[in-house]
């Protein structure tokens, strides 16, 4: 069983910067992808940002310039680098990755960590 696990959430002010970090309890180069996505209260989960296992990165587009995604192989670890935090960047984050098996796509969830931006 896949696990995933979070740590870096917590308080930052506005214009702030956090460091997020997902341990993966296996290679994270044997899964297509590694993301983060969040959830604030009372919306969708949506993507953050991507990398895949050829190390190209996606970021949704009001994180470009403010999110850097990266990896260390090395440690199974995903790093997701935020400044510049606002309010609405307020969220639970949750690392995410998937494998295809021929068409079945596999995904894979850690728990969530709290980002809490003051004003």
């Known amino acids: 069983q896949v696990q995933l696990v979070e740590s870096g959430g917590g308080l930052v002010q506005a214009g702030g910067s956090l460091r997020l970090s997902c341990a993966a309890s296996e290679n994270i180069l044997s899964f297509n992808a590694m993301g983060w996505y969040r959830q604030a209260p009372g919306k969708q989960r949506e993507l953050v940002a991507a990398?895949?296992?050829?190390?190209?990165?996606n970021y949704a587009d009001s994180m470009k310039g403010r999110f850097t995604i990266s990896r260390d192989s090395a440690k199974n670890t995903v790093y997701l680098q935020m400044s510049s935090l606002n309010v609405e960047d307020a969220a639970v984050y949750y690392c995410?990755?998937?494998?295809?098996?021929?068409?079945?796509?596999?995904?894979?969830w850690g728990q969530g960590t709290q980002v809490t931006v003051s004003s």
């Open positions: 995410n990755a998937f494998r295809m098996l021929l068409t079945a796509r596999y995904d894979y």
């Open positions: 990398i895949t296992i050829g190390g190209n990165t």
